[in-house]
């Protein structure tokens, strides 16, 4: 599936990738997590399930159960997204943004919390090798190992995750006389 997406995606953006698919899809660098979101608490401050993020993936696929919480960011709004039986979400991350020099963008998402019922999901993560170079006209290069490290980075200096907009180079503005 992840791969039918990314080769779907890369045909309708005619990007000429210039290095073979394999190292954009490496099974190797992919990841499973299951995650388990406890009754939400009354107060609700303390009932955040997951802080708003985009995913560093190139793309992620999620399975949930028919709990909700999930929510992403459009127009300035939180969107709650309905769970659908036997439907997988795909969110688009940070490495596909780049890829499609920002043509397909990394949603901002979060989890809330249910007061009433524990909410369980299971998302795999689809990642390039780790020394993969990801060229786009909108960002300096990088690889997604200098990506993850900034993320980690950003984390312990500011406390969140800044993402792209560390490697996005300068916009130049020319006017015309």
Not at 10 to 17: A, G, H, P, Q
Not at 27 to 45: H, M, N, Q, T
Not at 134 to 143: C, D, G, N
Request: aromatic share 8%; net charge negative; charged share 25%.
């Amino acid at each position: 599936l992840a791969s039918t997406l990314f080769e779907a995606m890369v045909r309708s953006l005619k990007l000429e990738l210039e290095l073979p698919k394999s190292m954009y899809l490496d099974e190797s660098a992919d990841l499973v997590r299951v995650y388990r979101y406890p009754l939400g608490s009354v107060d609700e401050e303390l009932a955040k399930g997951m802080h708003v993020h985009t995913d560093s993936s190139l793309l992620s696929i999620l399975n949930e159960d028919q709990v909700g919480g999930l929510q992403f960011l459009k127009d300035d709004q939180w969107l709650d997204v309905k769970p659908i039986p036997s439907t997988l979400i795909v969110n688009l991350g940070d490495m596909m943004q780049a890829l499609s020099d920002d043509e397909y963008k990394s949603v901002k998402h979060k989890v809330k919390l249910n007061k009433q019922e524990e909410r369980v999901s299971i998302c795999y993560f689809v990642f390039p090798q780790e020394n993969t170079l990801i060229q786009s006209s909108k960002y300096k290069p990088f690889t997604y190992n200098e990506f993850r490290a900034q993320v980690q980075l950003d984390v312990k200096t500011v406390g969140s995750k800044i993402g792209l907009q560390n490697f996005r180079l300068p916009q130049i503005k020319i006017n015309l006389i």
